[in-house]
């Protein structure tokens, strides 16, 4: 059997769940497919991406012939994005990729920011995607999210991306989803899609995963505790700077010395990813992913060790 070629009945799950239209919901084989899906349907003039930011928004673009300009965030303002982005939105025929929290730092985009940064869109003609994610993870992600503008038909010019991918541990299904209001923009999305682009065990697992109604519940709660856990483990000598962030993750600058923290770590058999390959980053910043308590605990058992080692 072939899936459901329109993921008919996972889009009327989604959209119950969220309160919006199963019409202004397209699924795709991750957020990832989705990202090129939309540069390939716009073919834009130029993309504008923060950096440090997401790669795959880069490599879409790139794939589609479209030129880039970076927008740099600062590392002194904790690379936090302020209305300064109002001054890159300006041609039309350009799209705009935000998200929020953002990757890798994890800090959130103010509501009020990304409503003027929308109005600016939709004056000049830009299209706006706002990558979702991680969103879910944070507590109260209504005050932030762009669903709100599209359930209220607010900007034509918008797209909000979602996916099971990290929220219900399904990176190896591969399903995400697409969100606009603006009906030939998500007929353009799907016409540059593969057919049949989500297996029957993905949409089956999708429309499954949306009814486990207190895991998301529970994983905010695990989130916030095994964060304050490990911050307060790291600040006691082990990094030099925490910045601000509410996902999964936590984004650190380390000690100068110990710019091989990752290589000297994966020896004593845990992973955690170096973002020194981000554009507008370079050696010494990484993130680590929060995981169970148990896990947390011998990473900084592990950590101790080697910083121990270096410094004895």
Known sequence: HYP???AGELREAIGEKLGIGAEQILAGNGAAELIYGICHALRPKRGIVLAPGFAEYEAALRSADAGIRYWNLREEEDFRVDEGILSAIE???DILFLCNPGNPVGNLIEPQLLYDIAGKCEETG???CVDECFLPFVPGEEKYSML???KQNSFENLIVL????KTH???GLRLGFAVTQNAGLLMGIRESLQPWNTSIPAQLAGIQALKEEGYLIHTRTVLETEREYLIREMEDGLVEKIYPGTANYIFFKCYKEDEDLQERLLQERILIRSCGNYRNLGPGFFRI????HEENRELIRRWRKI???RRS
């Open 91 to 93: 041609n039309e025929g």
């Open 162 to 165: 979602r996916a099971f991918t």
């Open 148 to 150: 709100s503008c599209i």
């Open 169 to 171: 541990a399904m990176a």
């Open 126 to 128: 830009t299209i706006l």
């Open 289 to 292: 992913g929060i995981r169970t």
């Open 307 to 309: 910083i121990w080692q």
């Open 4 to 6: 459901d070629v329109s």
